[in-house]
Nanobody, 120 residues
Framework: VQLQASGGGLVQAGGSLRLSCTAS????????VGWFRQAPGKEREGVAC????????IYLNSATGRFVISRDNSKNMVYLQMNSLKPEDTAVYYC??????????????WGQGTLVTVSS
């Protein structure tokens, strides 16, 4: 089981990024997949999740209305579209399968993260 997050980078406040999560060796389709982030000096926190039945949840209150999670089963990918980015969104973002097919906020298998830096 191997996950890989990509799509991070440097963006100005107010800009957008789309993060991608792909898997090798297995199909994401039936898994709940979550996006999590960890800012310097802070604990990791849940951002969003899409369940095995494609129900989407935004864990992070500050992301509501700005971030959208989706999946493309034909490409075995899960995406996190991040709009209206703020400097406080700066963090390493990780994708992970969750421990259940519903969104629990508990990651099971983690990919390498991708760094998102939002400049003011």
């Amino acid at each position: 089981v191997q996950l890989q997050a990509s799509g991070g980078g440097l963006v100005q406040a107010g800009g957008s990024l789309r993060l991608s999560c792909t898997a090798s060796g297995f199909t994401l389709r039936s898994y709940a997949v979550g996006w999590f982030r960890q800012a310097p000096g802070k604990e990791r926190e849940g951002v969003a999740c899409i369940s095995g039945s494609d129900g989407a949840i935004i864990y992070l209150n500050s992301a509501t209305g700005r971030f959208v999670i989706s999946r493309d089963n034909s490409k075995n990918m899960v995406y996190l579209q991040m709009n209206s980015l703020k400097p406080e969104d700066t963090a390493v973002y990780y994708c992970a399968t969750e421990v259940a097919t519903y969104c629990s906020g508990i990651g099971l298998d983690w990919g390498q993260g991708t760094l998102v830096t939002v400049s003011s």
